[in-house]
Every structure is written in structure tokens, then in C-alpha cells.
């Protein structure tokens, strides 16, 4: 299984494999590889000839030096773990300096209302940092089809607006949210848990899934109120922000319309970590 740090090299071995009608699949990361980032290699394997994951923490997307510090890395356990799903899967993990040619700062991109919401409210410039980096990635590997998860689900509606901007020539394809058997979602930074702290999240998602359950009965407003009376009796867990919202606006809701999908976002401090959830409510 080859592995990339150069673009350049990447970039030839990637137009030697380019014949016919193979299609390269993409699955840009960070690293620190768990079963949900498997589940899109599977994805981007059972549609492609050609599939690259990037292993790269990405600097720009972090508003927070020490999680930027903190964060995970652990190349060559990824490495291992993608051979277990198919022994040609390329690999880039690039550093910095290089992927930024020296310029390691983010555009700036209009991605309208969807980019003030949630995360972009409570992390400033990190849509802008995950904009350069996936320009960048893209401009590199030019995959035909590039695969993100819905556990970043206003990430995903991020990248298909970063698309229309750039018009660059790939396919966007979301891929369901993958769960730890306790419920609670997937994620690298779950890795910075204790046992105790990983177990009492898994109220996360058992809270979302009762939201779901009464989203056919009660309001947004009394929703909220309830998950934040619940959140404030749990002692290792601060709720950050909880929101249901319009699936393509992703603006909070006050009423509910008919024929619009609704989806319920959470994000929550354990410590100092933080995990992000989301459920889809009426659909
Ligand atoms: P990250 O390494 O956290 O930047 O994630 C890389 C990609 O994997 C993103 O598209 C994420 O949305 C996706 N991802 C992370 N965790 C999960 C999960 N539990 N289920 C599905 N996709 C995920």
C-alpha cells in the first residue's frame, strides 16, 4: 500500500493508475482512523478502481491551539488498519508546509447562511480552514467522487457549496453516521476519553433519540428546553449548543412547515473535549 507525502509523487503514480474508465474516490481525514472513516473507505472501494484516503490535520481549521496540540496522530496504525480493508489503497499524508507551499493560512469563501450556523458560530474560521485544505486536496488528488460523513453534517452541506463555488469536478458523497455499540458516535477525539467520561457520553445520542421520539408530538422550543434540563443534571457533560434545524438552511427552527426535513444538532463538552452528534428527525 503505497503512501504519498509529496503531491508531486502522489500526482504521477496517480496518473499511471488512470486508464480506462477508472474512477478515483477520495476520502480526505485527519487520522487517527476509527470504524467510521472505514466505513467511507468501504464505500469509496465498492464504487471506485482507485481510492485515496489524506491523513492530514489540517492547522487551519482549528480556532483552538490545544486541540490542534491534542489531536490525535497515528499514521502508521492507520496504515495498518486501511491494509485490513484492501492492500491498494493509497495513502497521502502530507505536512504542512508543503500542502500550503509555505503559506499556511485559510481563504476566505462566501458560503452564505449555512456557514453562520452551529459550528460557525462557535468556531470562527474553521469553515474557511476546512475550505482551503479540501481546494487544495482536491486540486491534488482530482477525484471524481469524494466521501464525508453525516456526523458532519453541516460540513457536508459546507463542501457541496465549496463545489459550487469552485466548480471543480467532483462528486460529493454523504455517507450515514457510524456509532460505538453504546450509541455514541464515532469520532478520534473519543480516543481522549476515560472509560467513565467515554460511557457517560453515550447520553449524547440516547438523549437525541428521544428527541426524535417526541419531535412527532412537541415543539422545537419545548425540546430545547427539555434536552438543557436534562444536559444540566449531567455532571461530566456541558452542553455547548443543542439545535433543530432546517436540513438545507440549517437554521434553527421556531415552527415546524410541512414537507421540510428536520434534523436535531448537539455539541457537548466532556472535559475538554468536544463531540459533535446529529439525528435526522422527521425523515
Ligand atoms: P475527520 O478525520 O474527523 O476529519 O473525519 C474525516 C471524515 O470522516 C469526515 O467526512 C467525517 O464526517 C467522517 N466521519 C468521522 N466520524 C464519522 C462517523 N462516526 N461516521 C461517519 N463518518 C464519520
Not at 464525508?148 to 459546507?158: P, Y
Not at 455514541?184 to 421520539?213: C, H
Not at 412527532?216 to 449548543?241: G, I, M
Amino acid at each position: 500500500m503505497p503512501t504519498f507525502k509529496d503531491a508531486t509523487s502522489l500526482q504521477a503514480f496517480l496518473n499511471s493508475q488512470r486508464t480506462g474508465n477508472n474512477t478515483v474516490g477520495f476520502v480526505p481525514t485527519m487520522g487517527a482512523l476509527h470504524k467510521g472513516h472505514l466505513a467511507l473507505v468501504t464505500s469509496a472501494l465498492s464504487q471506485n478502481e482507485i481510492v485515496v484516503v489524506s491523513i492530514f490535520v489540517n492547522p487551519t481549521q482549528f480556532g483552538n491551539a490545544g486541540d490542534l496540540k491534542n489531536y490525535p496522530r497515528t499514521l502508521s496504525k492507520d496504515e495498518t488498519l486501511l491494509k485490513t480493508l484492501h492492500n491498494d489503497i493509497i495513502v497521502f499524508a502530507p505536512n504542512a508546509e508543503d500542502l500550503y507551499n509555505g503559506n499556511i493560512t485559510s481563504n476566505s469563501y462566501n458560503f452564505g447562511a449555512i456557514a453562520n450556523e452551529m459550528e460557525g458560530k462557535y468556531r470562527q474560521g474553521h469553515f474557511n480552514g476546512v475550505g482551503t485544505v479540501l481546494e487544495l486536496l482536491f486540486d491534488i488528488v482530482k477525484p471524481d467522487y469524494a466521501y464525508f460523513g453525516e456526523k458532519d453534517f453541516q460540513q457536508l452541506q459546507i463542501v457541496r457549496k465549496l463545489i459550487s463555488l469552485t466548480k471543480q469536478p467532483v462528486t460529493i458523497v454523504g455517507c450515514p453516521i457510524y456509532r460505538e455499540n453504546s450509541g455514541l458516535a464515532m469520532s478520534s477525539r473519543n480516543e481522549r476519553l476515560s472509560k467513565e467520561r467515554r460511557e457517560a457520553s453515550a447520553f449524547i445520542y440516547k438523549t437525541l433519540q428521544k428527541v426524535k421520539e417526541d419531535f412527532k408530538y412537541k415543539s422545537a422550543r419545548q425540546l430545547n428546553e427539555w434536552v438543557k434540563s436534562e444536559f444540566d443534571k449531567q455532571e461530566a457533560l456541558e452542553l455547548e449548543y443543542f439545535e433543530i434545524a432546517n436540513i438545507d438552511t440549517l437554521k434553527t427552527i421556531k415552527r415546524k412547515h410541512k414537507n421540510n426535513k428536520y434534523r436535531a444538532f448537539i455539541a457537548v463538552f466532556v472535559e475538554d473535549v468536544r463531540l459533535i452528534d446529529n439525528v435526522s428527525l422527521n425523515y
